[in-house]
């Protein structure tokens, strides 16, 4: 089955700072691969997405790139705000309505 | 986006009691609903797939007749922990994928088993 790791666990970083997440992925079959935003006792939030046949994704601050001959990804978070603080988690999934496999999270704290 | 209801929000049950959590997607239709396990500070662990109009299918380890996962319709699915203990207490989110597979959660039960 489908390995998802991420690092790193825990990431400081200063406000206005960039912070960058990077996930890696086996199974070659996975197209798609969204990132959560989950914070302390609330659901993950989809906060961006991409599909295997695009390399890069922006969304204002936030922008995801996708390697699928090194079969990794990550998120790129520019000019970080203390309410980016929280946890994120990468997945990824190979068929509509299959399961998602998570990485492990990355606790991100933006210092005022 | 799409979203799922999820109710309870929090609980809490005597050991050896049983607990009913609810899934629903209310604006769209999902034939597939997962059920995840998150304990604090780790990952959202998968624990079965629901799916509409068959069995669901749970992950190794998971015991299927302690937690009773029925898809009654395509806008909902329910969890029912049986004969509750309390190392069952943590947090419990079901999600649900649109036909774009998407992935949206819901807001989470919190179980505490006394």
């Known amino acids: 089955g489908e390995n998802v790791e991420q690092h790193p666990s825990t990431l400081s970083v200063q406000e206005g700072d960039s912070a960058v997440i990077k996930c890696t992925y086996s199974?070659?079959?996975?197209?798609?691969f969204p990132w959560y935003k989950q914070e302390l006792g609330k659901r993950p939030q989809l906060i961006i997405d991409i599909r295997s046949n695009v390399g890069e994704k922006k969304d204002q601050r936030i922008a995801v790139t996708l390697n699928k001959t090194a079969k990794h990804f990550s998120l790129h978070i520019t000019e970080t705000q203390p309410e980016d603080s929280a946890v994120y988690f990468c997945a990824a999934s190979m068929h509509t309505g299959n399961q998602f496999y998570f990485g492990t999270g990355t606790s991100l704290t933006v210092i005022p | 986006g799409a979203v799922v209801s999820q109710h309870p929000s929090w609980v809490i049950c005597k050991s050896g009691t049983s607990v009913k959590i609810e899934c629903r997607s209310l604006?769209?239709?999902?034939?597939?609903m997962f059920w995840y396990r998150q304990f604090p500070k780790q990952s959202l662990m998968l624990m079965a797939t629901s799916n509409e109009g068959s069995k669901a299918t749970y992950e190794q380890g998971v015991e299927k007749d302690k937690f009773l996962i029925n898809h009654a319709s395509l806008t909902l699915s329910t969890l029912t922990v049986t004969s509750a203990h309390p190392e069952d207490s943590s947090f419990y989110i079901c999600?649900?994928?649109?036909?774009?597979?998407?992935?949206?959660f819901g807001p989470g039960t919190r179980l505490t088993v006394t």
């Open positions: 199974d070659s079959a996975s197209n798609y």
């Open positions: 604006d769209f239709q999902a034939t597939t």
């Open positions: 999600s649900a994928p649109t036909s774009g597979n998407e992935q949206y």
